[in-house]
């Protein structure tokens, strides 16, 4: 399965921003998506993992109450929903695949990776 990540950009602080994750290939229901982050001169950083029907792992405390994930398995799509932005977002985001059905953060259990999507929030 290959994905492509977009929707990043420069926002204000407050402001909000919907990331999208297109994959192409076949059988993308049958993948769980993550969602990560990396700042500059940071390590690699869990978001979220959508499950294959939808459901959604939990959010990191920086994150909780003001991102959300969901996919469209029709359009073969998944979102990152972000709102109430703070200047400590900015990162590139990727989203990445995992055929495993084990729920993991691990950013090296999951295969496949889009190119990121850099999000810039200015203070």
């Known amino acids: 399965v290959q994905l492509q990540a977009s929707g990043g950009g420069l926002v204000q602080a407050g402001g909000s921003l919907r990331l999208s994750c297109a994959a192409s290939g076949r059988a993308f229901s049958t993948y769980a998506v993550g969602w990560f982050r990396q700042a500059p001169g940071k390590e690699r950083e869990f978001v979220v993992r959508i499950g294959r029907s939808g459901g959604t792992s939990a959010f990191a405390d920086s994150m909780k109450g003001r991102f959300a994930g969901s996919r469209d398995n029709a359009k073969n799509t998944v979102y990152l929903q972000m709102n109430s932005l703070k200047p400590e977002d900015t990162a590139v985001y990727y989203c990445?695949?995992?055929?495993?059905?084990?729920?993991?953060?691990?950013?090296?259990?999951?295969?496949?990776w889009g190119q990121g999507t850099l999000v810039t929030v200015s203070s």
């Open positions: 990445a695949a995992d055929s495993g059905y084990y729920s993991t953060t691990d950013y090296s259990k999951y295969e496949f």
